[in-house]
């Protein structure tokens, strides 16, 4: 009904004209006072004749319509389906439309070979990093003074920043290289941990853990940038107390802290992109990425993570493992 109506709006001016042709003929006949039926006669013929013509010409417009309504993107397979030409308008709306779609593909393919391109340098950046970064960690570890243990600190951190930007790389990535299968969740933790020593032996935390004595269906090297992201933060954030490391029902994994706590107004957002909150300002150095990409990380393993606070008590995060839609290789 409403595709009619504005075939009606659109076609006004000749439906205007019509009738007006049609009371110019009936005043003629009544000025020279001729039989009005030799009028109204030929009327009613040229109204027939014109609701036939009316609903065929209709017809053809929606069928053009209908087509042209499921060209939604363009692209070179629907730009080829248009109907078929059959006036001037037509050909020069087809030809305009036929550009865009060239210049769209154009920009798209300008697009992803940037991004490639950037792919493919900061992928060969971080790994020629790395390089440097193992050299002055095999110097650092032939002394053992306080200078040293603060450099290798820095060093950690230096290495952590270097393999958020891999992540970040392999996340945006077409292909992935995730090996889903059964893993000690024990063993995954202890390889975390174990990097995090010297940090809990620098700030004087103690460390809650025991043995977990569970598997979990999940990969390996992924679910440990997860837990090592989420341990960086609450040794960031935990100036005095412990950490704890504890699974409860269903597979929950939950690492505890009693550091400063999130702001209720900021818990809601901390696992967005770029988002520090309160914390995150006052430390100057949050990035406010790392959460982001334990969200994605955890989205693609079909696990969930949450977070709860309360401030100057402390953080819980929990990542629910309990997962059993991911296919094992």
Known sequence: ??????????????????????????????LYHLPVGAVLYPM??????????LAFDFRRIKRRHEILESIRSLTDTITGNFPQIENIEDADYQQIIRLISEEH????????????????YYTVWVHQIKTPIASMRLHLQNEDTALSRKLSADLFRIEQYVEMVLTFL????KS?????????????IRQTVKKFAGEFIVRKLSLVYEPLNTTV?????????????????????????SISITLEP??????????IGIAAEDLPRIFENGFTGYNGRSDKKASGIG?????????????????????????VISIDLARTKLETE
């Open 217 to 241: 269906l999940t990969d390996e090297k992924w679910l440990s940038f997860v837990i090592e992201q989420v341990l960086s933060n609450a040794l960031k954030y935990t100036p005095a107390g």
């Open 170 to 173: 392999r996340l945006n990535s």
């Open 105 to 120: 593909n154009s920009y798209c393919t300008d697009i992803n070979r940037r991004y490639t391109d950037m792919t493919d």
């Open 44 to 53: 009613a013929l040229c109204v027939i004749v014109g609701i036939i013509f």
């Open 176 to 188: 992935s290289d995730y090996v889903i299968k059964e893993y000690d969740l024990d063993s995954i």
């Open 250 to 259: 269903y597979k929950r994994l939950c690492i505890r802290d009693t550091g």
């Open 1 to 30: 009904m409403r595709l009619f109506l504005q075939y009606i709006k659109q076609y006004r001016r000749g439906f205007a004209a019509g009738a007006i042709f049609c009371i110019i003929f009936l005043m003629s006949f009544l």
């Open 291 to 315: 959460l982001y990409l334990c969200k994605l990380v955890c989205t693609n393993l079909g696990h969930t993570i949450k977070a709860e606070s309360i401030v100057d008590e402390g953080t």
